[in-house]
């Protein structure tokens, strides 16, 4: 990888680890996971593709303070403020929620994030132009990231997963949605034979629509699919079955997952909600996640 910041990153390959997974009904479904979650200890999944190309982009423009948005979990707000930390910028966390004392959090103030609490109704706002002009102003240096790292920057980072995959023995991919813009960015770079599936972790009718917007002309010609209800009830909702299933899935094939993103993935393929065909095996992108299982350990 020649880009600069991976090597300053110290970023590694990350293996595939392939399962002889079953349905609920035993039909046998091999699944290969390619594990972005091992790409780094605090940069792992799709955040490291999503900071990459924003952190050179502010680089080119001389910025060195970053500001972003997230939840007092946020696997975003924990990789930026590494990431940050490690590149020499000055990061900010416009944080939803007073509890700033979350293991997340804890972490993005020890690695030199200023943290910012906001209540629901001021983060709401975190979209509008008007408050986003507002907040540039109270940080004239610094370049606003959207929350989740969603920006047409982000896209482009999945370019770079495919470095790793060894694209003529899987039929295609599959992922978590939150924003959409990891399936995109997988979408356009992804072989044109290839499929794609997302799973929306969150009540999301609209997440065909918004993938779909960040899709280069490549990307607008792929095959790709949403799967809109896999949620369990929304972002980060649970129930005891499935915390079960997932206990007993991470014990039978030692492999973890995270319960709000990942984690929900599997449980739809088991759950068969996908139709899929067996040719060759899918690909399932691990896209980390790890540490915002603390917000669910406590
Ligand atoms: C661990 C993890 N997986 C998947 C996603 C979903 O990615 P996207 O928002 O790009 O759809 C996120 C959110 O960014 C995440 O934190």
Redesign the pocket.
């Known amino acids: 990888m020649e880009n600069s910041l991976w090597r300053e990153l110290a970023l590694s390959a990350p293996p595939v680890t392939h399962i002889d997974f079953k349905t609920q009904s035993g039909c046998p479904l091999p699944l290969a996971v390619l594990r972005l979650d091992l790409i780094h200890p605090h940069l792992s ?3 490291v593709f ?1 900071l990459l190309p924003n952190l050179l982009y502010a680089r080119e423009l001389g910025i060195r303070h970053l500001l972003s948005f997230g939840g007092v979990y946020s ?2 707000i924990h990789a930026l403020a590494y990431a940050g930390m490690q590149a020499g910028f000055t990061t900010t966390g416009i944080i939803r929620g007073q509890d700033l004392n979350t293991a997340t959090l804890q972490d993005a103030r020890q690695w030199g994030m200023q943290l910012c609490a906001t209540d629901f109704a001021q983060y709401r706002k975190r979209h509008g132009s008007e408050y986003l002009a507002q907040l540039q102003a109270r940080y004239p240096d610094a370049l606003i990231i959207p929350e ?3 920006n047409q920057h ?1 896209v482009t980072g999945f370019n770079d997963v495919f470095r790793f995959i060894e694209t003529e023995k899987y039929t295609g991919l599959i ?9 995109a960015g997988l979408i356009n770079a992804m072989p044109a034979d290839w499929q794609a599936i997302g799973i929306a ?1 969150l009540k999301a009718p609209w997440m065909k629509q918004e993938v779909s917007r960040w899709l280069d002309v490549q990307g607008q010609n792929k095959t790709w699919q949403t799967i809109t209800d896999a949620h369990l009830g929304g972002y980060a909702k649970v129930n005891d079955e499935y915390l079960g299933w997932l206990a007993d899935f991470e014990k039978q094939y030692a492999l973890p997952l ?1 319960p ?3 984690g929900k993935v599997l449980y739809a393929l088991w759950q068969e909600k996908i139709p899929l065909a067996q040719n060759k095996p899918w690909l399932v992108i691990h ?3 790890l540490q ?1 299982k603390r917000g669910f350990l406590r």
């Open positions: 999944g799709n955040k999503k696997n975003h989740g790292g969603a982000a992922c978590a949605c939150g924003t959409g813009t990891t399936l972790v995270d709000v993103y990942t896209t980390g996640g915002g």
